[in-house]
């Protein structure tokens, strides 16, 4: 039995531990990963931002930084929740002293998902936050740490992660082909996704956009926080999750002051503005943040 153990066993064991370790140094220094272009930027210039856009997919095809008259940074990401925007916040909040404004993308339901719940199938994003950024929401046991691995080899496929440019937004999606019907696609998955998330999860991230909101309050940061253009999707989603995200804003919008502008169904965009159905384009993304720009020349009355 000893023998088996050492001819065997031990090499098998070997040659596992080898490949857990490969497989997790290829997924932190894959060249084209935006998280990791994003958290290494972070790093070195987080003390020169003046301006920081965190959110999902909408912000970071949405705000192109170069754009702007402000020392800007896009740190959205697909798929990245109000529960990374908080840990990212946090993360290197002592640390942006020139900060002035914060972009926050809530789309239609911002607030009602954490992208951690059980039977959510973007876990293969969620390990980059843990990778890149040290968020600390997978347990440290061999499963999780598995199940951390796999995620880590379905991550490496091209199409599972957006490439940037040095600032931050992201520089491709497929481009859509019946918006009409990718419109509803993408509502009906956002409406199961609320429908298999509990319901304390509303309640959380109230909380967590709620710190932030104090935060930036207390240091004179300007919060301007965005519903990102969309086309025909307010006519798939649950009208009550629409309703529930509309009014909550609202509430906090008279205790924080903050900047609030709902772009869903804009008329100010085309179709030609948009990559599909939620998210813009480059051109778009022009518009949409030199409009952006504009609004902060006249706050300070240039």
Aim: some cysteine; overall charge neutral; hydrophobic content about 35%.
């Amino acid at each position: 039995m000893k023998d088996f153990l050492v001819k065997v066993v031990v090499p098998v064991m070997a040659v596992v531990i080898g490949l857990l370790i490969t497989v997790e140094l290829i997924a932190r220094n894959k060249s084209t990963d935006s998280y990791k272009i994003k958290s290494e930027y972070l790093e070195q210039h987080a003390e020169e931002i003046e301006l920081l856009v965190l959110g999902p997919s909408g912000a970071g095809f949405g705000i192109k930084p170069d754009e702007l008259d402000k020392k800007s940074f896009n740190c959205a990401g697909l798929m990245q929740s109000l529960l990374y925007d908080h840990h990212i916040f946090k993360k290197y909040f002592n640390r942006f002293r020139s900060l002035k404004y914060l972009v926050l993308d809530i789309n239609f339901i911002g607030l009602h998902v954490n992208r951690i719940c059980p039977g959510y199938d973007g876990e293969s994003k969620i390990i980059h936050y843990s990778i890149h950024f040290d968020a600390p929401f997978y347990k440290k046991n061999f499963w999780d740490y598995k199940l951390k691995v796999q995620k880590n080899l379905l991550s490496l496929r091209k199409e599972e992660i957006p490439e940037c440019d040095e600032n931050g937004f992201l520089t491709f999606y497929p481009n859509g082909k019946d918006f009409k019907v990718e419109a509803a696609n993408t509502a009906n998955y956002y409406n199961e996704m609320v429908k298999r998330t509990p319901d304390s999860v509303y309640k959380d991230n109230l909380l967590l956009l709620e710190e932030i909101l104090t935060i930036c309050k207390s240091r004179g940061i300007k919060v301007i926080i965005l519903t990102f253009p969309t086309v025909y999707i307010s006519e798939f989603i649950n009208p009550e999750y629409y309703s529930e995200m509309q009014q909550s804003l609202s509430d906090l919008q008279e205790k924080y002051d903050f900047v609030y502008e709902n772009y869903t169904d804009s008329n100010l965009f085309e179709l030609s503005d948009f990559y599909n159905a939620n998210h813009l384009n480059p051109r778009g993304a022009v518009k949409l943040t030199r409009m952006l720009n504009d609004s902060i020349r006249k706050w300070e009355g240039r």
